[in-house]
């Protein structure tokens, strides 16, 4: 599990970086006459995750005519940097695990050094250091955005959230759900939120009608009814809930199989868990897998038993490549899923209520199909990767307009 950075605990702290913030650079940074936007993200690492996934699916589809993007991250090596595209810069921004004053420095003189007009840094892991930098390099325009978990352990670190949120143009969150939270939980105003929700690519999820030959290839039974999950196995995943419930319901459906795709820290754990339910032979651990749009065409139904989520990616993809869809009813899943329309809402921790739900799906193949059907409608309507990214292309364009009309030189 990825340790969490601790950050400006104690109000002299707060107080000195406040300070800092005001160190702008005079003029800054304008945009020259070929109107492309210089763009940066900031993110801790490219492993494998939610937030992670939405940096790249924005980064590789905006148009290059209008922004020259890079992404800059703490660490290197990880899984999903091999699907940047070719022509989107990775930086390397070294940080030292926990507190290093000095990446502030570092990534203060790279964005000094490449001048971009945006910066958009991701959730409580780089919120400090990519604000503060920002400032202290002169970047015009900052964006920060959250992606379902808040840092809210310590009042300071509320109280550290709500200061440097106030120093980005506009906060961004990833479901309205999550929206409301920011303002209940951190106090953030609510009309410097705005949301966006996450986009699935259809063309990549979608059914492709090759059901039993990936059966056959994965070694589950044709005629089965398989039951997956997509997430990284780590405790806000819940993989607990679904394991037992699976056991109450394996007598009752002889032919069913858990595929749990994902890796993590709890793999050895849930393993051991699955033995001691009596049903480790029902069970797949796939780990980290590639062909996730071929593994859900092989499933007959998505669980997802999230404690919590922003807008979980994999509700998503199952629903676009046909599958129901049962989730916890916590984040932007309420604004994915209609109850009983294209899948169903649980309370996280209901086993019972999420065992029944099983049960009664595995009776009933044609529920299971007109579900999917009606999620593969839904998504193609409100959900497409390309209406995620129009979103953030005039969110970053309607920014760049309001910054640089207001410099008295022509910023275009």
């Known amino acids: 599990m990825r340790k ?39 993110i801790v690492d490219l492993q494998i995750g939610g937030a992670e996934n939405g940096v790249v699916n924005v980064v590789n589809r905006l148009d290059e005519r209008l922004f020259n993007t890079s992404v800059y991250v703490f660490k290197t090596g990880c899984a999903l940097e091999s699907r940047l595209r070719k022509d989107v810069r990775l930086v390397h921004v070294p940080k030292r695990e926990g507190n290093d004053p000095m990446a502030v420095v570092r990534l203060a003189l790279l964005l000094r050094r490449d001048r971009p007009h ?46 440097f949120w106030g120093y980005a143009d506009i906060v961004l969150a990833v479901s309205e759900s999550l929206k409301q939270r920011l303002v209940k939980e951190v106090g953030f105003p609510a009309e410097r939120i705005i949301p966006i929700q996450n986009g699935v690519d259809t063309d990549r999820f979608r059914p492709n009608g090759e059901r039993a030959a990936q059966r056959k290839a994965l070694g589950w039974p044709a005629s089965g009814f398989i039951v997956g999950s997509v997430g990284r196995l780590v405790p806000v995943k819940n993989h607990v809930t679904l394991l037992r419930a699976a056991a109450r319901v394996a007598s009752q459906v002889p032919q069913l199989t858990l595929a749990l795709v994902g890796d993590g820290p709890l793999d050895g754990e849930l393993k051991t868990l699955a033995d001691q339910l009596g049903i480790a032979d029902r069970v797949s651990f ?127």
């Open 4 to 42: 969490e950075h601790r950050k400006l605990t104690t109000c002299s702290g707060l107080i000195f970086f406040r300070l800092c913030l005001h160190r702008q650079t005079s003029g800054g940074t304008r945009i020259g006459d070929n109107k492309v936007i210089r763009l940066t993200h900031l």
């Open 118 to 163: 945006i910066v958009h840094t991701h959730t409580w892991s780089t919120l400090v250091e990519g604000v503060l930098a920002a400032k202290i390099a002169g970047v015009p325009i900052i964006v920060h955005g959250e992606h379902g978990t808040l840092r809210k352990q310590w009042r300071a670190q509320i109280y550290t959230q709500r200061i």
């Open 286 to 412: 796939l780990g980290y897998r590639d062909d996730v749009p071929n593994l859900l065409n092989a499933m007959d139904i998505l669980v997802l038993p999230s404690l919590r989520e922003g807008m979980p990616n994999a509700v998503l993809e199952a629903m676009a490549c046909g599958l129901p869809v049962i989730a916890s009813n916590v984040g932007g899943a309420s604004e994915i899923l209609r109850d009983g329309e294209n899948g169903l809402l649980i309370c996280p921790t209901d086993v019972e209520q999420l065992s029944h739900h099983l049960y009664q799906l595995a009776l009933s193949p044609e529920r299971c199909r007109a579900m999917g059907a009606a999620g593969r409608r839904y998504v193609e309507r409100d959900f497409k990767m390309e209406y995620m990214v129009n979103k953030y292309t005039n969110l970053y364009l309607a920014l760049a307009e309001r910054k640089f009309s207001q410099v008295t030189q022509p910023a275009w």
